[in-house]
């Protein structure tokens, strides 16, 4: 028995489906390719432009979780800062009350808030917090 180099078989079906998932990838717009597309073609994907941290505007750092948080705090103002209960909470803010509940519980945990048994008011922390600002901001008038 002789040694032939074994002849190396390609699939050509596989083959021409990869071409035609690449087009199919690279078909979007007249003249451009996807990065998907340069990726299964062997080349790296273009780079889009950022923006430096200077160009990015205020509200583009907003975080909209925190400031919801924030309005139910508001929320247990009312009028004297009497308690407030969650449906109360749901109608000053508008937001769901479950949301309410969760930002009212955490609140609770970091001691901006307080359960009682008619509702939810303003938390011993806060309070500290508060008077500490306000003896501050007197301090500075008077000077």
């Known amino acids: 028995m002789r040694n032939e180099p074994l002849a190396h078989k390609t699939n050509s079906t596989a083959t021409e489906n990869d071409e035609r998932r ?20 062997g080349l790296r994907p273009r780079k889009t432009a950022k923006a430096k941290r200077g160009e990015r505007e205020e509200k583009d750092y907003v975080m909209e979780t925190p400031q919801k948080v924030l309005k139910v705090l508001e929320a247990l103002e009312g009028r004297a800062f009497e308690p407030a209960s969650i449906n109360r909470v749901v ?3 508008g937001f769901t009350q479950s949301f309410c509940r969760s930002a009212l519980i955490t609140l609770k945990q970091a001691g901006y808030a307080q359960r009682t048994l008619d509702g939810w008011i303003v938390g011993p922390k806060l309070a500290r917090f508060a008077s500490r600002i306000t003896a501050h901001s007197y301090r500075q008038n008077e000077n």
């Not at 690449?22 to 073609?41: M, Q, W, Y």
């Open 91 to 93: 109608q000053r803010t």
């Open 22 to 41: 690449t087009e199919r990838v690279d078909a979007g717009r007249e003249g451009s390719s996807s990065p998907v597309g340069e990726i299964a073609k």
